[in-house]
Each structure stands twice: as C-alpha cells, then as structure tokens.
C-alpha cells in the first residue's frame, strides 16, 4: 500500500510526488514522475503499479525511497583475537583501548553508508 507521507522514485530512478492515494477509482494513486523535460501527471494502482503497464513490471512502477544512515565509527585492531568493538569516535576508540589495558597495532575508520532498515 502506497502511503502518501513516503518517499518514492520510479522502478527507473525519476523522482516521483504524490498528491493522493484515496481517489476512489482503478487507479488510487496520482502523482507526477520528473524526468529530464520536467513534471508529468501518473496514475497507479494502489500496491503502486504503473496504469500503463498491464500489470507487468515496469519501469514507471512506484517503489520505495528509504532513508539512508551514513555514520563514521572507529575500531581498535589487535594482534591478538579480541572481539571487534565499534567507537563512534577515534578519541573515544583510543580512550577504550588504553583503559582496557589493551595494545592496540592500529585504529581504522569504519564508514557506515545504508538504507533504513537494510539487513533486517
């Protein structure tokens, strides 16, 4: 189900808005897709598929835009086998290993960069 306070792009990448999603008839959903030339009025049917496309997939069909989470953490290497812990600073990384009397060999930063809900 389409929900109008979402983000979506069409199957082929163009940003998408959506104006309604309660129109009462085949085609709930209308909206406009951006392409090159600009703003184009869609229709689809409520789970998102394009009108125009016979209810196979198409590339004007409505999928989903999540939000990403990019985060930076830092961790400790060892020689030894010490389980991984991540710091969501170098400080913080360095401070954990001098306290738990550890001798770290080497600090690396670990770039997080996923959409919302990935891996789940």
């Not at 997939?57 to 991540?86: A, C, F, T």
């Not at 400080?91 to 738990?100: F, M, S, V």
């Amino acid at each position: 189900m389409i929900d109008i306070n979402k983000t979506y792009k069409t199957r082929d990448g163009n940003e998408v808005r959506i104006y309604a999603v309660d129109c009462g008839t085949v085609t709930e959903i209308h909206g406009a897709y951006k392409n090159e030339d600009g703003w184009y009025m869609r229709s689809w049917y409520e789970d998102g598929k394009y009108f125009g496309g016979n209810n196979n997939e198409s590339g004007m069909d409505l999928i989903e835009v999540k939000p990403r989470i990019q985060r930076s953490y830092w961790m400790n290497i060892y020689k030894i086998n010490h389980p991984p812990q991540l710091w969501p600073s170098e400080e913080l990384a360095r401070t954990a290993d001098i306290n738990g009397g550890s001798q770290a060999i080497g600090r690396i930063e670990v770039m997080v960069d996923i959409e919302e809900g990935e891996g789940l």
